[in-house]
């Protein structure tokens, strides 16, 4: 049964947050604020109007078989299809495929670790076991600086471990790609923000939630700047980034909040699309391009769409190099990557480009970063992340979402998380 009288605020639009504030807006009334003119955080689709084709400047792969995402896929009516699982490694100038060794690579990423150490020392000792081959070792690397946007000498072994099972458990080994974009699983949940009259407040930069048990006052400025009216409820979920997080004011403060806010990190990412006139991998059957060493060291296609669009993705320690630099800089970074791994000189690529979107999540203003990460040692600030406060500040996101952290599942499933508990404590 609905209660109109009982307001909760849902502070953050993307994934987790739609999630929540569709769960309650059949019980309660809801008020999401989202900072950004748009709802759906890093799920941004952009339509090409050129080839009519989806490009994310965020969220791209669907990753094995996930319960809510596939759920809300089935209702939106969006087919899942797979991606070719083709991978060719640059490796002493000559393309190789590296296929069997990326599956390698997902192997060891698996290993269960007896202690919590840096990732880099389970490359150590895989090298000194020789129990993998030495080019999957190097690529298990490359996807924790890439994929897992972190350096391997300070990811947790076991965090990382955690995140591969989680996969494991979806037959995360397969990717599907979303029909007309990643933006249409989460079309439902704001179909139902709809049909239920939430409000939705966008441009809405919150930095101090007052509290006391059972009451919550949020204070925001415009986007545009100048002060908003504060936003009073009874309940609030925080979905925003760990770094976001940090940089609320809370009133009275949250100490260990605050402290798992700063133990964890965000992962920076740069991700690059590059539309040509005419794809410059010719015939060859194109799907994941690793360069080892170049400044965006991975390249893939729309596959199994085609069209020539080229995307680039700089994570990690690479992606910081690139974050905040100008996008001319970024773009000649990008093309310069994939011409080495094309075998193609890097003006010819430049003679080809038609456009290009440039995706600095980590100097997004509200994002800062592509997702979390969890150096050595942050085991206990991850849980302590998620706890609720004296049944009225309630915590989701990705980075609360455990070993399915750094998807848009680990997102939406922390978002129905957060407001079943909610329901519990009114």
Do not use: C, N
Not at 370 to 383: D, K, L, M, W
């Amino acid at each position: 049964m609905r209660s109109p009288s009982t307001r909760v605020l849902v502070l953050g639009g993307g994934a987790a947050g739609l999630a929540a504030a569709a769960r309650l807006s059949r019980r309660v009334a809801v008020v999401l604020i989202e900072a950004r003119e748009r709802l759906g955080g890093r799920v941004d689709t952009r339509i090409d109007p050129a080839l009519g084709v989806a490009v994310e400047r965020g969220a791209e792969f669907v990753h094995g078989r996930p319960e809510r995402t596939l759920a809300l896929a089935r209702r939106a009516h969006a087919r899942l299809r797979e991606v070719p699982d083709r991978h060719l490694r640059l490796v002493k100038g000559r393309l190789s495929d590296a296929t069997r060794t990326f599956s390698a690579a997902q192997e060891l990423l698996g290993l269960d670790g007896r202690d919590e150490e840096p990732f880099a020392t389970v490359l150590r000792r895989a090298r000194r076991e020789r129990r993998f081959p030495p080019a999957a070792i190097d690529m298990a690397g490359e996807f924790v600086r890439g994929f897992y946007l972190a350096d391997p000498s300070r990811a947790s072994s076991l965090a990382l471990a955690d995140m591969t099972r989680a996969l494991d458990q979806v037959g995360g080994d397969v990717a599907y790609r979303v029909d007309g974009g990643y933006a249409r699983v989460l079309a439902p949940l704001r179909r139902q923000l709809e049909r239920s009259g939430v409000d939705v407040r966008l441009s809405t930069v919150v930095d101090e939630i007052r509290w006391r048990r059972g009451t919550v006052d949020v204070r925001a400025a415009g986007a545009a700047g100048g002060r908003l009216p504060s936003l009073k409820g009874d309940r609030l979920i925080v979905t925003v980034p760990v770094p976001a997080l940090g940089r609320l004011r809370f009133a009275p403060a949250l100490a260990a909040h605050r402290r798992a806010a700063t133990a964890l990190t965000m992962g920076p990412l740069v991700k690059v699309l590059l539309r040509f006139r005419r794809a410059p991998w010719g015939s060859r059957r194109l799907a994941f391009l690793h360069v080892p060493g170049a400044p965006v060291p991975v390249l893939w296609t729309t596959a199994p769409a085609p069209s020539p669009v080229l995307v680039g993705w700089a994570g990690g320690p690479d992606g910081l190099r690139l974050a905040g630099k100008p996008r001319t800089t970024i773009l000649r970074a990008a093309i310069a990557s994939a011409a080495r791994g094309l075998r193609r000189r890097p003006a010819d690529l430049e003679a080809q480009l038609d456009s290009a979107i440039v995706a600095d999540w980590t100097s997004d203003p509200f994002a800062l970063g592509g997702y979390a990460v969890f150096p050595v040692g942050s085991a206990e600030a991850r849980r302590a992340l998620a706890r609720s406060v004296e049944g009225t500040l309630f915590f989701a996101g990705e980075a609360t979402a455990g070993g399915e952290a750094g998807t848009v599942e680990g997102a939406l499933r922390s978002g129905e998380r957060a407001a079943g508990e909610v329901i519990a404590s009114l």
